[in-house]
């Protein structure tokens, strides 16, 4: 069974090598670590040297999801924020399917006195998954307290405690980004208006 699994990754990792090696022969501007990454380990393959292809295949594939991290960092960094809120640098975070079924999870966060809100995008991650499910099933959905409701013209899940001024929102964008929102010490009203100003077109322009 293990073989199985390692030639079925093995795979994978080669169709995604020869799919960025194609895209990069047609855009040479685009040769970069990535590429000389999976040239290395098309080499290493062609030789023979299976293990090592597979490894170089996976640095080429972590790379590749560092820039997108980077991409989206960027996203959040040119974020409107709320007047008289204060943003910090966003971080950005990239894991293999290895760590809890791997993905990109990119956060800022945001500070007004002891008031409080983080930012986050989530993507290529089995958690989008279970959240699509979520949207679909209004039960599952309110079944922790929340309630669905829209969200700058986005179908969302919205919990609030009003005793503790504390809540998160949930949105699930182009299907592909887990966009979330954490707030402490914050009104309902802040939040929904810190998502309000978030434009979610620039999403669909992240590859």
Known sequence: MNHIKKKSMLKFS??????????????????DDVTDAVED??????????????SQFKYAAQLARQKKGGQLKELLNDMKILD?????????????????GGGITVERK?????SSMKISIITDSPLLQSMMMMFSNPMMATSGGGELATVAGQK???????????????IVVDGRYMFGIEAKNTSKEDMVKQ?????????????
């Open 14 to 31: 080669i169709v995604f090598a020869i799919g960025v090696f194609m895209i990069c022969l047609t855009h040479p501007s685009l040769a």
């Open 41 to 54: 380990g098309l080499k290493k393959y062609e030789d023979g040297k299976f293990g090592p292809a597979a």
């Open 84 to 100: 008289g809120w204060n943003g910090e640098e966003a971080t950005s975070q990239a894991v293999g399917a290895g760590m809890l």
């Open 110 to 114: 945001l500070s007004k006195d002891s």
């Open 156 to 170: 969302a899940i919205v919990e609030y405690d009003p005793s503790k001024n504390k809540g998160e929102i949930q």
């Open 195 to 207: 998502v309000e100003s978030v434009d979610f077109n620039e999403f669909s322009a992240i590859p």
